[in-house]
């Protein structure tokens, strides 16, 4: 099944037949966050999206090294070079320090990935932990004539450039058209152009990031940490590289710039980008207050969405839409798919209880497990694929009530296949709906129910009080009475 995989590449506009350079052997490059805040959920949709992609290589047996990056320095406010480092901003607002502000993103980062289930890549380097292979990148750009220094900041000529390649070959942007567009900017006199972008940028005295180098104390730009770690990781070539789409231009267009003034290669085979989250129909933006973050959709506590949905919830709905396709998020869908997902947890248990026939199926078993890898191999279909999950749930549940019948082999290729999708593809788990209740709401229901209890005891409703206790301790939640009152422990 292997050889039947199609992509769709967002440098070419179609899909096409993945194959690795390397036999059974995947590099994937996926640009992570920039740890100044916490993470959203138009985020976490890209890195869910692409948790299934690299769920479903590996399930399809390739050895996928996953390389996704932290951006730590380097990410100005905008992209024509300008502004302040969104970190260093962060830390002078805060008043700490700007690696106070990545720990504290990265470590929330990692908690919301671990939440959803996403699982962690191979290697996930940072850009502060790479500035001399980025120097080192910037000298050979230098050499090869397509970066030029002014005042100690180095850019990259965007117009030599493209005399020689194609800049805008993966976004579709043309030449013309960016000259006609873009600015310039006050401050921004240094460059020659200015559609050029920074390499290496001389820091004010007032920026705290900086680093020594040939050119001055500074700081790399952007666009060249992706360049510089994923070669030093998968190497001048490799298979995916992927994203929101929102990074196509410019950063993955300057990615494809800076690789090919180095080497004159293309440095990517399959460029996968991802698509939008809206909200309520509308754009997020933290700016119109059209925006919740993860745990406030996990605790409830917003103004939009405001009954709690579990991390496996969000996923599922989220894994419900193709990568490629716009979703809108609203309390309505959720909804649904929280009642989706525990129709396919029941499933799993019904499963279980089911005994094999000695007549034949009746259902073929064979060819809807085709057509689950079908609509994976068909550029990661994960809505089509949960269409023919249910239509599996519709035959389990008439198995169950004994109208129809299913074979020793075909039961077990229907677990297999149903667990294999299930869990290791679109990486689903069987925690109920409970992890979505945090432990404040917790403390709050059982102070309640001792409250009623002791109201119970003091009017000798003592049938109450033992339920209440009883009740409790099913849940392995211990009552324990004192002179000074009641408190419990969970067990
Ligand atoms: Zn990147």
Not at 78 to 94: C, H, T, Y
Not at 116 to 123: C, G, Q, T, Y
Request: charged share 25%; net charge neutral; aromatic share 10%.
């Amino acid at each position: 099944m292997n050889n039947s995989l199609f992509v769709y590449n967002s440098l070419k506009g179609k899909k096409e037949l993945f194959k690795p350079i390397l036999e059974n052997y995947v590099g994937m490059y996926i640009c992570g966050p920039t740890v100044y805040n916490y993470v959203h959920l138009g985020n976490c949709r890209t890195f869910i999206s692409f948790d299934l992609i690299y769920r479903y290589l590996k399930h399809l047996g390739y050895k996928v090294r996953y390389v996704r990056n932290i951006t730590d320095a380097g990410h100005l406010e905008n992209d024509e070079d300008e502004g302040e480092d969104r970190i260093a901003k962060k830390a002078r607002l805060e008043k700490i320090e700007p690696m106070e502000v990545v720990q504290r993103y990265t470590v929330d980062f990692h908690d919301k990935m671990d939440k959803f289930n996403v699982l962690p890549p191979s290697i996930e380097p940072t850009a502060t932990g790479h500035i001399i292979e980025q120097i080192e990148l910037i000298k050979l750009i230098i050499n090869n004539g397509f970066a030029y220094e002014v005042n100690g900041s180095v850019y990259f000529d965007v117009l030599k450039f493209n005399r020689e390649n194609h800049y805008g070959k993966l976004s579709g942007r043309k030449i013309e058209e960016l000259i006609h567009n873009t600015r310039s900017l006050e401050g921004q006199n240094d460059k020659k152009n200015p559609q050029d972008f920074a390499l290496w940028k001389k820091a004010e005295p007032e920026h705290i990031m900086r680093w020594p180098s040939p050119w001055s104390d500074g700081f790399p730009g952007w666009h060249l940490e992706c360049t510089a770690m994923s070669r030093k990781y998968l190497g001048k070539k490799f298979d995916i590289h992927g994203g929101g789409m929102d990074l196509k231009f410019p950063h993955h267009e300057c990615e494809i710039a800076q690789a090919e003034s180095i080497e004159n290669i293309s440095p990517v085979n399959y460029w996968l980008h991802t698509n939008m989250l809206t909200l309520n129909g509308k754009k997020m933006a933290k700016s119109t207050g059209n925006n919740i973050l993860p745990d406030e959709m996990f605790n409830g506590s917003n103004n939009l969405i405001k009954k709690p949905f579990s991390p496996m919830t969000v996923r599922f709905f989220m894994l419900q839409a193709h990568y490629r396709s716009i979703i809108d998020i609203s309390q309505d869908a959720l909804e649904a798919s929280e009642k989706g997902l525990n129709r396919l947890k029941e499933s799993l248990t019904t499963l279980e209880k089911i005994t094999p026939s000695n007549s034949t199926t009746n259902f073929d078993m064979v060819a809807w497990k085709e057509s689950c890898y079908k609509a994976m191999n068909d550029d990661f279909n994960s809505p089509i694929l949960i269409a023919h999950l249910f239509d599996a749930v519709k035959f389990i549940n008439t198995v169950s009530n004994a109208k129809k019948q299913i074979s020793e082999s075909d039961l077990h290729i229907l677990k297999e296949t149903f667990h294999h999708f299930y869990f290791d593809v679109l990486g689903l788990n069987i925690k109920t709906h409970s992890d979505s209740i945090n432990t404040i709401q917790l403390k709050g229901v059982l102070d309640l129910v001792l409250d009623l209890r002791k109201n119970a005891r003091n009017s000798k409703d003592f049938k109450t009080s033992d339920l209440i206790r009883e009740s409790l301790l099913k849940l392995n939640i211990q009552i324990n009475d004192s002179e000074i009152g009641s408190s419990y422990k969970i067990k």
